[in-house]
């Protein structure tokens, strides 16, 4: 669901690679583990769009900021990184 959210200004990205990449549509699921619940936000790329994803610990939620051409254009939240990814990938495309 679309939230008026930001990643806290304490987190920084993880250096070992992206959460989710649209050239093989994948979850990584061990930078998930690494990100959750720690100061880290991770990469989820995409032709049409760049993301930040990060555990947010306060609500339980995964979080994506959403920027395109280096402009901030919204953030969402899911239970699910998952259903995040596809609700994001709904709105702004898969490729």
């Known amino acids: 669901m679309k939230v008026d959210l930001r990643i806290p200004?304490?987190?920084?990205?993880?250096?070992?690679?992206?959460v989710f990449s649209n050239f093989d549509?994948?979850?990584?699921?061990?930078?998930a583990f690494w990100i959750q619940g720690k100061n880290y936000c991770a990469e989820c790329t995409a032709s049409n769009f760049h993301g930040l994803v990060w555990w947010n610990d306060?609500?339980?939620y995964w979080?994506?900021?959403i920027w395109q051409d280096r402009v901030y254009k919204s953030s969402y939240?899911?239970?699910r990184l998952e259903d995040l990814i596809q609700e994001v990938q709904a709105t702004?495309?898969?490729l």
């Open 9 to 18: 200004k304490k987190f920084v990205i993880y250096p070992k690679g992206a």
């Open 25 to 31: 549509n994948e979850v990584d699921h061990n930078v």
């Open 58 to 60: 306060e609500l339980g």
């Open 63 to 65: 979080c994506v900021e």
């Open 77 to 79: 939240m899911a239970e």
């Open 92 to 94: 702004y495309g898969f």
